[in-house]
């Protein structure tokens, strides 16, 4: 009985998306991971660990070994979640139909569990790489459809066209970032947030205040702010080639933060972004 709480307490909690999905709330990032063994290890390794979804995109230039370690993990297909992004140059109806099929024989399967277009560009471009979605989504080739990088403003020029709404926004999101007018616009719209650069991509590491949590929970301070991600109901996606952090940030299912230091971590909201402003990208 105590051994069933102990493994009921250690489970990966579950987002359920708009139209039913569910997507493990711990994710695994794999942007700038060398495409070969580094991806291959590392994704395999990552799912070995206990990790069911996976963050790709094909401008990340990874996807065949992201394909190949999951192959290696030995963990079936479909207990994976996975998710691939349409890149800039691909947007458009014609061309984003193309780009998917080449993401799919990239990775070796024939289906997405995600699929996002991975920056806002003109209204024009974003429709019609919208309607070839929400077409291959019908079509039963992709489990949920969304977007990335899109503030509220891009979201309500897209629902001007689009028939079935984005289930997932996945956003520059940390506690220096917080985003909380976009938090809670999508929460409006039944949009799942997904935190990308949820560690600050290195840079939470640099802050003494993350470090004396750490110290007061008897964790690292990455599985602080992982655990701080959950607790908001963000969905993050750490990366990580190195296979003692790819564990340790998985093992963050046994501790609550209280809520004074949930409330402490919300301070460092400054709004400063670490990526590219969405409204001013030049790629
Ligand atoms: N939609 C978008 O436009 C977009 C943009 C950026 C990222 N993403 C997605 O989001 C994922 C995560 O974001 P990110 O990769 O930019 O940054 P991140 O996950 O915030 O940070 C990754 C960095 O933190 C280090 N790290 C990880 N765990 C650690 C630990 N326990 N202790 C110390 N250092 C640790 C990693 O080092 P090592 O790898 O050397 O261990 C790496 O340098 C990406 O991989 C990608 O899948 C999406």
Not at 102 to 130: Q, V
Not at 231 to 247: A, E, H, L, W
């Amino acid at each position: 009985m105590e051994m069933k709480k102990e493994e009921e307490k250690m489970k990966q909690p579950m987002i359920k998306l708009a139209n039913g999905v569910e997507i493990p709330q711990l994710g695994f990032g794999t942007f700038k991971v060398d495409d070969g063994q580094q991806v291959i290890d590392s994704v395999r390794e990552a799912l070995q660990v206990g990790y069911r979804h996976i963050d790709t995109a094909a401008v990340y230039g990874n996807e065949s070994g992201v394909g190949q370690g999951m192959r290696e993990s030995g963990v079936p297909r479909e207990e994976i979640f996975l998710t691939s992004k349409v890149w800039n140059s691909h947007q458009g109806y014609e061309e984003t139909l193309a780009a998917f099929a080449e993401t799919l024989e990239k990775l070796g399967t024939d289906y997405l569990d995600l699929y996002l277009i991975h920056w806002p560009k003109t209204a024009e471009k974003t429709a019609a790489t919208w309607k070839a979605m929400e077409e291959l989504y019908r079509a039963g080739k992709i489990r949920a459809i969304g977007v990335s990088n899109f503030k509220e403003h891009h979201l309500v020029t897209l629902f001007e066209t689009a028939t079935i709404r984005p289930m997932i926004n996945q956003v520059e999101l940390h506690p220096q970032l917080a985003q909380p007018e976009l938090i809670a616009f999508c929460a409006e719209h039944e949009i799942a947030v997904e935190a990308w650069g949820p560690l600050m991509q290195g840079k939470v590491f640099t802050l003494p205040f993350f470090q004396e949590l750490a110290d007061k929970y008897g964790k690292s301070i990455a599985q602080i702010v992982l655990r701080w991600h959950l607790q908001k109901g963000f969905i993050p996606m750490p990366k990580s080639i190195t296979p003692n952090r790819i564990m340790s940030n998985f093992e963050i299912f046994d501790f609550v933060l209280s809520p004074e230091d949930m409330a402490a971590i919300d301070t460092y909201n400054t709004g400063e972004r670490i990526g590219p402003d969405p409204d001013t990208i030049e790629f």
